[in-house]
């Protein structure tokens, strides 16, 4: 099967309407990917077709839990879920950051390359970090344990907004939670072609602790 064919059958497996435009691009996104690993390192999985799988169904499973806004990426990496979210949602505003130069460098040159108007991308630590506007939404996948991830990015969340960690088994993490916020829920996921436990956890932390 190729590469279109398996996102193709994977999108209509987790249930999103994705018009040609934003497949084609998620697409040119996987070429890019591949390309720029080869050189920069951007990721341990080097299979286009893995990427399929791994990176591009892995970041859109979560999108039927997400809520629209302005979002917040937190150690993108090579842009994921990043870019394949905001592939997906042009109506939706992404800012996406990390810390390490080389990998940033490359996301800017994807979204320019891939026509993306809905992104920002920062380089920056993401404690240090002070934008002017805060988020509805952060997300993050293998960024850190759910507690540091609350705790580093609190002053970045806007009073009604919610986190969105994307994890494997999320149960072992609910104990560094801190105190003054909650876990909403935890959504286990079936990722077509990863056979490996999936889950999102939504959480809050209450206003009066920001
Ligand atoms: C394991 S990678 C995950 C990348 C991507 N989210 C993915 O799932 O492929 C973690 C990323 O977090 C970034 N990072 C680590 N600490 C950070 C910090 N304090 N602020 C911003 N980015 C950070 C690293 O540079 C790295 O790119």
Request: proline share 4%.
């Amino acid at each position: 099967m190729n590469y279109g064919d398996e996102l193709q059958r994977g999108i209509a497996q987790l249930g999103i309407a994705l018009d040609a435009e934003a497949q084609r691009k998620l697409l040119d996104y996987l070429a890019l990917l591949h390309k720029w690993n080869k050189v920069y390192n951007l990721t341990a999985i080097r299979d286009p077709q893995q990427m399929v799988s791994h990176h591009l169904l892995d970041s859109l499973a979560v999108l039927p839990h997400l809520w629209a806004g302005r979002w917040l990426d937190v150690g993108c990496g090579a842009g994921l879920p990043g870019v394949v979210l905001a592939i997906a949602r042009p109506g939706w505003r992404f800012e996406l950051l990390d810390s390490n130069s080389k990998k940033t460098s490359f996301v800017q040159q994807a979204v320019i390359e891939l026509g993306l108007k809905n992104v920002s991308v920062h380089c920056a630590r993401v404690e240090e970090w002070q934008p002017s506007e805060k988020f509805d939404g952060i997300i993050s996948r293998a960024f850190t344990d759910l507690g540091d991830f609350l705790r580093i990015t609190r002053h970045l969340m806007a009073e009604q907004g919610r986190w969105a960690a994307m994890k494997g088994l999320a149960e072992r993490e609910l104990a560094g939670v801190p105190d003054g916020c909650q876990v909403e829920r935890i959504i286990p996921l079936q990722v077509p072609g990863l056979h490996a436990a999936r889950s999102l956890v939504i959480a809050t932390c209450p206003m009066a602790e920001h």
